[in-house]
């Protein structure tokens, strides 16, 4: 069984562009979260969303931020128009249904720079 | 409101014993966890207690939990260097137990020298 699976693992934009991270949560697991790392910092929660659903956005800035988790396929995180303090490392997270945090496993990361 | 406070360096000796603290502020957290996060990798989680604990002990790992003081010990039994990493602490406030997000604090920077 495949753990989270965050993919690019390193993305590089300059400001303006646009980044959009993707996870795959575990087998079985309907329920993913988004943490933001800045550098030196501890992970901050940014959007917890089950398939098709936005729970909990309280964490996300109000502009250019969105998340999405459809019926099939991975959920995206979706930066538009990055700027250089956007630089972090995107973590997410998958629980199964009901899941507490103790049964959230984490993937490996994106790590994005901008130029 | 919710944080978590941790310090942010510790630097002990091989086969000693290493001690990290944490302070949280939500009373109605029902659950405390200890990660691991190794350079370039994710979050590993180590261990958790449920508040109703006050210690939990897993092979060299010892959570204490004071719940009066809103304070959260991890202490590693003989270091090795292979636990040079960034600890984190995290609560879930209760409003959030049914599957809702982790608040964390800001990592201690564990080394371990030889």
């Known amino acids: 069984n495949a753990g989270v699976m965050q993919n690019p693992r390193h993305l590089v934009r300059r400001r303006g562009q646009e980044a959009r991270l993707r996870c795959s949560p575990m087998?079985?697991?309907?329920?993913v979260y988004w943490y933001r790392q800045l550098p030196e910092e501890g992970l901050k929660f940014m959007v917890y969303?089950?398939?098709?659903?936005?729970?909990?956005e309280s964490g996300m800035p109000k502009e250019r931020f969105s998340a999405e988790f459809p019926k099939e396929g991975p959920s995206i995180l979706r930066i538009q128009q990055v700027v250089r303090g956007d630089s972090a490392a995107y973590f997410c997270?998958?629980?199964?249904?009901?899941?507490?945090?103790?049964?959230?496993?984490f993937g490996p990361g994106t790590r994005l720079t901008v130029l | 409101g919710e944080d978590v406070e941790q310090s942010l360096f510790l630097s002990v000796r091989e086969g000693d014993s290493s001690v990290i603290n944490c302070t949280y502020t939500?009373?109605?957290?029902?659950?405390l966890y200890w990660y691991k996060q190794e350079p370039g990798a994710g979050l590993q989680l180590l261990t958790y207690?449920?508040?109703?604990?006050d210690m939990k002990q897993d092979q060299r790992l010892t959570v204490l939990l004071n719940k009066k003081d809103k304070h959260l010990s991890l202490r590693i039994a003989d270091t090795q260097t292979g636990d040079s990493a960034i600890y984190f602490c995290?609560?879930?406030?209760?409003?959030?137990?049914?599957?809702?997000?982790?608040?964390f604090g800001q990592g201690t920077e564990l080394s371990v020298k030889p």
């Open positions: 087998k079985g697991h309907s329920h």
């Open positions: 969303l089950q398939k098709e659903n936005i729970i909990d």
């Open positions: 207690i449920f508040s109703n604990m």
């Open positions: 997270a998958s629980s199964p249904i009901g899941g507490k945090g103790y049964e959230q496993f």
């Open positions: 995290a609560e879930s406030p209760a409003v959030y137990n049914q599957g809702g997000k982790l608040i």
């Open positions: 939500d009373s109605s957290s029902t659950y």
